[in-house]
């Protein structure tokens, strides 16, 4: 399976600020999505991110409090925007080749103060 | 939305013993995936489901997609301490989808 990094791993932000997570693959995938994990909960997901065109969000989520980047077959970014505790969570990033297999990478533990 | 009822929702075992969890939904997968998550680390997947009625092996660990596409078991046999962690069903409807996840089964393993 690709190998998934995120950065940063963890973050302590203030409210009303903006962090931008990034997700790198070593090799080219079809398909990247962005989940949230709150404390203590299961994940749940807010987008797909794209190539080429604008990410596909889940209900509850849109684009002007999360939008996405996918440049490439091995990159994308999330950023949380003018965050407030309620985004305090585990952001994680998972990948396909194109099965139905996804594989996730370390997440970023953000914290909003 | 498609919602995943996993339980038991935690356990307490003796090292040795086996070990089962299931998921149900209200919905039709045409996929169930089964993951283990560390704490300070992002899910691993352990096995993948593709077909009703299907059932598969990985080591310790069976699990079996149910026939009706709406249920999925994974089962431990002979449970070591590294066994201990949150483990997660999850569904997808096809390979384009984002996963659909289970609330998790908390293990824990008494020496």
């Known amino acids: 399976s690709a190998v998934i990094s995120q950065k940063p791993s963890r973050d302590i932000c203030q409210r009303g600020t903006s962090l931008t997570i990034q997700c790198q693959v070593d090799?080219?995938?079809?398909?990247m999505f962005w989940y949230r994990q709150q404390p203590g909960q299961s994940l749940t997901l807010i987008a797909t991110?794209?190539?080429?065109?604008?990410?596909?969000?889940e209900s509850g989520f849109v684009i002007d409090k999360f939008p996405i980047s996918r440049p490439n077959l091995t990159f994308s970014t999330l950023t949380v925007s003018n965050m407030s505790p309620e985004d305090s969570s585990i952001y994680l990033c998972?990948?396909?080749?194109?099965?139905?297999?996804?594989?996730f990478g370390p997440g970023t533990r953000l914290t909003v103060t | 939305g498609q919602q995943l009822n996993q339980s038991p929702q935690s356990m307490f075992i003796q090292e040795g013993e086996d070990v089962s969890m299931n998921c149900t939904s209200s919905?039709?997968?045409?996929?169930w995936l089964w993951y283990k998550q560390d704490p300070g680390e992002g899910p691993v997947l352990l096995i993948a489901?593709?077909?009703?009625?299907e059932l598969t092996s990985n080591g310790r660990l069976t699990a079996q997609f149910g026939i009706t596409r709406k249920d999925s078991f994974l089962n431990i046999s002979a449970s070591i301490p590294s066994d201990v962690g949150i483990y997660f069903c999850?569904?997808?409807?096809?390979?384009?989808?984002?996963?659909?996840f289970g609330k998790g089964t908390h293990l824990i393993i008494q020496p």
């Open positions: 991110a794209n190539q080429g065109s604008e990410a596909t969000y």
């Open positions: 919905s039709i997968f045409n996929t």
């Open positions: 489901l593709y077909k009703a009625g």
């Open positions: 999850a569904g997808s409807g096809g390979g384009a989808d984002g996963l659909t």
């Open positions: 998972s990948v396909s080749g194109g099965s139905y297999e996804q594989y």
């Open positions: 090799s080219q995938v079809t398909m």
